[in-house]
């Protein structure tokens, strides 16, 4: 499957004395692109704590910080996962800086995270990824064995 593509700008609010996007706040950006990409999949995260009484906990996270960004840049955070694999999914998140004047993002990455998340039911135990999820993520529909 192809990266799904969020953009977001920096505000005031995300960054730091110096001006420069806050480390944390990367996390803030993920995040938001992870859920729009449900989003995009037709899920949000009410119907999943709701219809399917799971949700997602972040069990793993390793974040590059390669260059910073800056106030009113337009970033562009690409999300792409591995098929997921019982209750585990893997994934890779790169932030880029989509080019002033221009429509277009950099190659290079501003910021990489790689990350497992576990998908959890309401008493907080692993549960397998139903497939309208599986689908939803990957634009897979294949069951694990």
Known sequence: ????????????????AGGIVYHANYLRFAERARTEMLRAGGIDHTSLQDEEAVAFTVRHCTVDFRRPAGLDDLLEVRTRFAEPKGARLEGEQTIHKVESGSDQATDEALVEIVLTLALIDRQGRPIRFPPRLRHALTGTSVTPR
């Open 1 to 16: 499957m192809d990266s799904h593509r969020y953009r977001v700008r920096v505000f005031y609010e995300d960054t730091d």
